[in-house]
C-alpha cells in the first residue's frame, strides 16, 4: 500500500516527490497538473514552480518489488490456468501441454499425450529430419537448428498456456469494487472516491485487464454465478473511457452479455443465443493471430459464440456488471 501511487493506484514507477511530502509517478503528476492548478492532489497543498525532485530510494524499492512481481509471474505462466498444477504433460492430439488434471477431463481424456521432456526430444528428431530434407547434399548448420532448441518448444508451450487475468484498479468504474488479489469485481450503488484518471471509465460500470494482448493464443474462465447482468470478451486498447459506446465489433468490443434473462452475442445487431440455462463459468478463448474470439460453457466445454475479425491492435480483457454478485476470474 505504502508503495501504490495515489493517482493511478498503482506501484510507483519514476516516483517523484512534493514539498509536502507526498510522492507520485511523474507522468501521473504531470497529467494532473496539466488539467488542474498546480496542487498537490492529495492535501491540495500547491506546489511550486520549480520541477519536483525524484524520489530516488522509492524508485529503488518500487522497481525491486516490480521485479520479484516479474518473476512470480513467469513462474506462474508455466501452470495451467484452469487447475493451478504444473504443466508436465503434452498433448499430442491438440498439440499443447497440459497437466494431470486436464488429462483426465473429458476434453484430453482420450488423446495420447507425453511428458513434456519427451515432447521436446520428439520435437528435436523431427525439426533434424526437417533440416536434412531442405539441405540434402548440404552440410547442415547444426547449430542454428538444435542451439535454441528447447527455448522454441518451450516459447510455443507458453503462447498456448491459459492467461491468468487480473484486472486493473486504475480503469474500474468508481462504482465497481475489486478483490485485494485483482480477480473479481462486483457493482456498488456508492460509488468510491477513486483518482479521475484518464484511463478510467467514467461512464459506464466497465474495466479491463492488466495485460494487453497483441498476439499469440489466451483463454481465461469467469466465474458468473448468481450475477444476472454481465458483459464479458475483450475490448480494443483504444476504446474510448469517459464516453457511453455500444459494445460492439465495430467500436472494438467482442463480447458476450446476459441480461434480463437473456443470453446474447454483441455483434451488430445482437444474436440471441439458445441455452438449456445461463452458463456458471464462461471460458474466453482468444486466438489474436487467427483472429477469433471464442466463448465456451466452461462446464460441458460446448461452444455458445464466436467472433472472426483481423485485429488492428492490442486487446485487453474486458468485464462490466451492474450486479452486487461478482464476477470471478
Request: aromatic share 8%.
Amino acid at each position: 500500500e505504502d508503495l501504490t501511487c495515489p493517482v493511478c493506484c498503482d506501484i510507483f514507477r519514476d516516483p517523484v516527490l512534493l514539498p509536502c511530502s507526498h510522492s507520485f509517478c511523474r507522468s501521473c503528476l504531470k497529467r494532473w497538473w496539466d488539467t488542474r492548478i498546480r496542487e498537490c492532489p492529495v492535501c491540495r497543498r500547491k506546489g511550486s514552480k520549480s520541477p519536483p525532485l525524484s524520489n530516488l530510494a522509492l524508485k529503488n524499492v518500487c522497481e525491486a518489488l516490480l521485479q520479484v512481481r516479474r518473476q512470480d509471474s513467469q513462474e506462474e505462466q508455466v501452470r495451467c490456468g484452469v487447475h493451478g498444477e504444473k504443466l508436465k504433460l503434452f498433448c499430442l492430439a491438440d498439440e499443447e501441454p497440459i497437466c494431470v488434471v486436464c488429462q483426465a477431463s473429458k476434453l484430453h481424456k482420450s488423446h495420447d499425450c507425453s511428458p513434456v521432456e519427451e515432447a521436446i526430444l520428439e520435437c528435436k528428431d523431427r525439426d533434424t529430419v526437417d533440416g536434412l530434407e531442405d539441405m540434402s547434399g548440404l552440410l547442415m548448420d547444426e547449430t542454428k537448428h538444435l542451439s535454441n532448441l528447447k527455448y522454441s518448444v518451450w516459447e510455443k508451450i507458453l503462447d498456448n498456456v491459459d492467461y491468468s487475468v487480473t484486472l486493473d484498479p486504475s480503469t474500474a468504474h468508481p462504482c465497481l469494487v475489486l478483490s485485494e488479489d485483482l480477480t473479481s469485481l462486483h457493482y456498488s450503488k456508492q460509488p468510491s472516491s477513486c483518482p479521475d484518471n484518464p484511463e478510467r471509465f467514467h461512464v459506464s460500470a466497465e474495466a479491463v485487464g492488466s495485460t494487453s494482448l497483441g498476439s499469440g493464443n489466451h483463454r481465461w474462465v469467469v466465474e458468473t454465478g448468481s450475477n444476472q447482468d454481465w458483459l464479458l470478451g475483450v475490448a480494443s486498447l483504444s476504446t474510448p473511457r469517459n464516453a457511453e459506446v455500444a459494445a460492439r465489433p465495430e467500436n472494438g468490443f467482442w463480447t458476450l452479455c446476459f441480461r434480463d434473462g437473456e443470453l446474447r452475442a454483441m455483434s451488430s445487431p445482437p444474436t440471441p443465443l439458445t441455452v438449456a440455462s445461463k452458463p456458471g463459468q464462461v471460458r474466453v478463448q482468444l486466438d489474436y493471430n487467427k483472429g477469433t474470439v471464442s466463448f465456451f460453457d466452461h462446464a460441458d466445454n460446448s461452444l455458445l459464440y464466436e467472433f472472426t475479425q483481423t485485429f488492428k491492435e492490442p486487446l485487453l480483457p474486458y468485464f462490466y456488471t451492474q450486479s452486487s454478485h461478482p464476477l470471478r476470474i
